[in-house]
């Protein structure tokens, strides 16, 4: 089993702070995925990373593949409420199965 | 969450009974995962299908649980005699194919056994 840990579990902050969500494995992975999920929901995509020292932007949202494709970093600048919810990282080697993390659960106090 | 389909959103069954979850991937996919996850835990890995054929079913218990992705129609993950700890939300996902490293999620089924 190829196991990725997110760290930290549970983080609660400030609108307008900013934050940064972990993803750890001690496998290598092709591609490592981000997903935010909201209750009784499904993840939702938010990118794909595939190549080590990656570096990708989504509006305020910067995620960077870890230059041995083991580990990822989310951060986010000048969290808001709408950033609430589950960040879930997934690895893949070859596309037929997918290891997610455990989650980071967000909340943005207002 | 990008036109994948599940239904029911959410089945009740007593137990012994079977569970049948239903799943019409993205237009223009032909790939479809399914996973599960408890309260408190990460998405596991269940099974992995292309129509008319199983990939790689390697997180699917060796028993109760079946999973078929027919030509026509919807893919099933069939779950007999349930038990309480089969209690949990079903996701099913699809891609455009493998390798492709990109799955989009449908909403789920949550399944409770009474």
């Known amino acids: 089993t190829q196991l990725l840990e997110q760290s930290p579990q549970f983080l609660s902050i400030q609108e307008g702070e900013n934050l940064t969500v972990y993803c750890n494995s001690s496998?290598?992975?092709?591609?490592l995925q981000w997903y935010r999920q909201e209750p009784g929901e499904g993840p939702v995509l938010l990118v794909t990373v595939v190549t080590g020292g990656e570096v990708k932007k989504l509006k305020r949202l910067t995620f960077q593949f870890g230059d041995a494709r083991k580990d990822s970093s989310l951060h986010i600048t000048a969290a808001q409420p709408g950033d609430t919810g589950l960040y879930l990282c997934a690895g893949t080697n070859t596309g037929n199965q997918f290891y997610f993390g455990t989650g980071t659960s967000l909340t943005v106090i207002p | 969450n990008a036109g994948v389909m599940q239904n029911p959103r959410h089945l009740v069954r007593r137990r012994g009974q079977e569970a049948r979850l239903r799943c019409s991937p993205m237009k223009g996919h032909s790939h479809v995962y399914w996973y599960r996850q408890l309260p408190e835990e990460g998405l596991k890995f269940m099974v992995y299908l292309q129509k008319e054929n199983i990939i790689d079913e390697s997180g699917m218990p060796k028993e109760r649980f079946s999973a078929e992705f027919p030509k026509e129609g919807p893919s099933i993950l069939r779950i007999q005699q349930v038990v309480r700890g089969d209690s949990a939300a079903y996701f099913c996902?699809?891609?455009?194919?493998?390798?492709?490293?990109?799955?989009?999620f449908g909403p789920g089924t949550r399944l409770t056994v009474t």
């Open positions: 496998s290598v992975f092709s591609s």
């Open positions: 996902a699809s891609s455009q194919g493998a390798q492709t490293y990109e799955q989009y």
